[in-house]
């Protein structure tokens, strides 16, 4: 499951380490810079000059031409090594956005934001927050940046697994149930990513953090900023971390949203999540059945089996959706995940389920496009592949992805074989280049401490590893009570004033504070 990028209120309407030592294969070295053989040769990227320009080129569809339209947003390309242990060698190109600050007397510098996944496009991210930040100190006296991290959306080369028609069909599919079946697909699909990515395995196996740290190091640089300012949600706050413990003395402020707890393991990752999606699907069932036309009725103890049956008959019949597509068992259990995100989407979702006793699967198929990012043209922005390319190099491969999938399904009965991302433990242990890092506890805090905000029902990243973070980075604490993953400028005027009271002058939040959602 990703850990998402940046979800429902800021995309477009709609808005997953060892078990044990005898579960996993020999670990790999931590996260730390990508080594330089040649620091030298590394002065021509870091002294760049970026040439800024109309955004139209830099759209990958639809959503991206609307959104790059927005006055004052400019866009450029960041050249970057492919592997930073040959700097002399082949190189590739980010894209990168920005809103320039608007006092410019007042300026302090560039805000960069990560809106996680791994995969998820900063561009686009930071173009649709940017009508939030105009009337705010960010869009005042920030830069306010987002770029595409390498193998993502704009840039170039993008990871390129599965075309769109074989995205539908694996979405259409009746899911497997045997080992085999799993382990197949997974190396059909991994072996796909090196032969259809440019530059193939060299490609794949410089796609981790610790390269995507290094690219945000050479973009501080480019963007003319001693030190960065850092504004990560979800799978970005592993990114800022990470540079945190890279690079400590270039930091000005961390903000980081959602996040990671940075010793834990990809297995307990996972089994954290489907965790998380179940309580926040019981919380769902608990609001739904106060209202009439509870689709999954009055008795949230039922709710389970109630859903259960409403779904599992789309495994031989798929519903209608009126659009000439149908739904799926699985598209319909990717739906419900995806409105578990926030409790803000719950009734849509109601009122897809409710539609979905009529036969029709229109709502919860509009939903399942919204988490794996498709157009209405059917095509798929390079979330789903990059996500992969990330995640296999960050983790070192599970030696029994049964286990843990068992685990995941126990911890989340209400997914069941349907659950999206389920495949990951399998297509890593295919990924034909080994892991680059794994989750350790750093040993490295920058002097300038991060502030962690989390928020309590998170279904994602659970609270508990913003606590974690917080404690480790010696950095400030920001409660958000709710069920949602990601709170900063979402609308909620208590996180926002404590966020930008931070990115401003570092004033951290006092100890304790708890915000409502």
């Known amino acids: 499951m990703r850990f998402s990028r940046l979800r429902t209120l800021i995309t477009a309407g709609l808005l997953a380490t060892a078990l044990t030592a005898c579960t996993t294969q020999a670990t790999a070295p931590p996260p730390s810079p990508s080594p330089v053989a040649d620091t030298h040769a590394l002065d021509r990227f870091y002294e760049q000059k970026l040439a800024w320009g109309d955004c139209a080129a830099y759209a990958t569809g639809q959503q991206s031409q609307d959104v790059f339209r927005a006055p004052g947003l400019e866009c450029a390309r960041l050249t970057v090594p492919l592997d930073y242990a040959n700097p002399r060698g082949e190189t590739i190109t980010l894209g990168v956005l920005r809103h320039q600050a608007l006092d410019p007397a007042n300026r302090i510098g560039s805000l960069v934001m990560n809106p996680g996944g791994p995969g998820g496009s900063g561009m686009e991210a930071a173009?649709?927050?940017?009508?939030?930040?105009?009337?705010?100190?960010?869009?005042?006296?920030?830069?306010?940046?987002?770029?595409?991290?390498?193998?993502?959306?704009?840039?170039?080369?993008?990871?390129?697994?599965?075309?769109?028609?074989?995205?539908?069909?694996?979405?259409?599919?009746?899911?497997g149930t045997s080992d085999a079946a799993w382990s197949g697909q997974a190396a059909d699909y991994?072996?796909?990513?090196?032969?259809?990515?440019?530059?193939?395995?060299?490609?794949?196996?410089?796609?981790?953090?610790?390269?995507?740290?290094?690219?945000?190091d050479v973009l501080r640089a480019a963007l003319g900023d001693a030190k960065l300012s850092y504004l990560g949600y979800s799978y970005g706050t592993q990114v800022g971390y990470s540079y945190a413990e890279a690079f400590p003395d270039r930091v000005r402020a961390l903000l980081l949203d959602g996040a990671i707890d940075p010793a834990e393991n990809d297995p307990d990752s996972l089994v954290a999540q489907g965790s998380g999606f179940s309580r926040a699907f019981g919380q769902f069932a608990t609001e739904c059945a106060r209202h009439d036309g509870c689709a999954l009725g009055r008795d949230p103890?039922?709710?389970?089996?109630?859903?259960?049956?409403?779904?599992?008959?789309?495994?031989?019949?798929?519903?209608?959706?009126?659009?000439?597509?149908?739904?799926?068992?699985?598209?319909?259990?990717?739906?419900?995940?995806?409105?578990m995100y926030s409790s803000q989407s719950w009734s849509f979702l109601n009122t897809g389920l409710g539609l979905l006793r009529a036969g029709d699967g229109s709502i919860l198929l509009r939903l399942a496009d919204g988490y794996y990012e498709r157009a209405a043209d059917g095509r798929y922005s390079s979330l789903q592949d990059a996500y992969y390319a990330v995640r296999c190099v960050d983790n070192a491969p599970v030696a029994d992805p049964a286990a843990v999938r068992q685990r995941m399904i126990d911890a989340a009965p209400f997914l069941g074989w349907g659950r999206p991302d389920q495949g990951e433990l399998d297509v890593c242990a295919h990924w034909p280049v080994p892991s680059t890092s794994q989750p350790h506890q750093p040993v490295v805090v920058p002097p300038a401490p991060p502030l962690v905000i989390s928020t309590t029902g998170d279904p994602v990243t659970p609270y508990q590893a913003g606590v974690n973070l917080a404690n480790v980075f010696h950095g400030g604490l920001l409660t958000v009570a709710g069920t949602q993953h990601t709170a900063f400028l979402h609308g909620d005027m208590c996180v926002d004033v404590a966020g930008l009271d931070y990115l401003v002058d570092g004033t951290q939040p006092a100890p304790g504070t708890r915000c409502p959602a």
């Open 127 to 175: 173009a649709r927050l940017v009508p939030t930040v105009v009337n705010n100190a960010i869009g005042l006296r920030f830069d306010f940046v987002g770029f595409d991290p390498r193998g993502v959306g704009a840039s170039r080369p993008r990871v390129q697994c599965l075309t769109d028609a074989e995205r539908d069909a694996v979405r259409d599919s009746t899911p």
């Open 190 to 216: 991994a072996g796909k990513c090196a032969q259809r990515t440019e530059h193939g395995a060299a490609m794949l196996a410089n796609m981790g953090t610790r390269d995507v740290v290094r690219d945000l």
């Open 301 to 339: 103890a039922k709710a389970t089996t109630e859903f259960e049956n409403l779904v599992q008959p789309l495994i031989t019949a798929p519903a209608r959706t009126g659009d000439g597509r149908h739904l799926s068992y699985r598209d319909a259990i990717t739906g419900v995940v995806e409105a």
